[in-house]
């Protein structure tokens, strides 16, 4: 259970999630049958980059990202639940973790122009079917027993996504 830090002027700081996952391909999957419509979500390889954030990825082609151990993570979301003028300190929260997710978002592209470049080469290709994710299409996600889960709604979310594959 999370817990909340209540302040006497009604501002309430609650941890912001350091994880988020990424679709940045119509096509391409990893390790996984090209026919298969399984959408297991087993993960297939991870690395630990130089400034702590983990990249993962899963055989559906879902690239997960996991802040918590660099800049980019362990940032709180301050709420204000007063009446009357939203403190200073709530607005610049706001526009704080509005910069926080567009540094994940350009990392994350970064790491994805990686690995489907290193793709291209050895394969001698073009990429195929790029997306070009933006803020709204982060997906929450939690690891267990070496996949990843999505709570339901983004499941949906991710089906009208990859359901041209």
Not at 68 to 92: C, Q, R
């Amino acid at each position: 259970m999370l817990k909340h830090k209540i302040s006497a002027n009604r501002m309430v700081k609650r941890p912001f999630t350091d994880k988020l996952a990424l679709l940045p391909s119509e096509t391409y999957i990893f390790d996984q049958d090209p026919h298969s419509d399984s959408l297991d979500f087993r993960i297939v390889g991870r690395r630990r980059l130089i400034n702590g954030v983990e990249a993962i990825a899963t055989n559906i082609g879902l690239l997960a990202f996991d802040f918590d151990s660099s800049d980019l993570g362990n940032f709180e979301i301050i709420d204000f639940n007063g009446s009357g003028e939203v403190p200073k300190e709530v607005m610049s929260n706001n526009e704080a973790i509005f910069n926080l997710q567009a540094n994940r978002l350009r990392m994350a592209m970064f790491v994805t122009a990686c690995i489907y470049g290193v793709h291209a080469k050895r394969s001698n290709t073009s990429l195929l079917g790029p997306l070009y994710p933006t803020l709204d299409d982060f997906f929450n996600w939690v690891e267990a027993d070496g996949y990843i889960m999505l709570p339901s709604f983004e499941i949906k979310r991710l089906k009208d996504r990859i359901g041209a594959r």
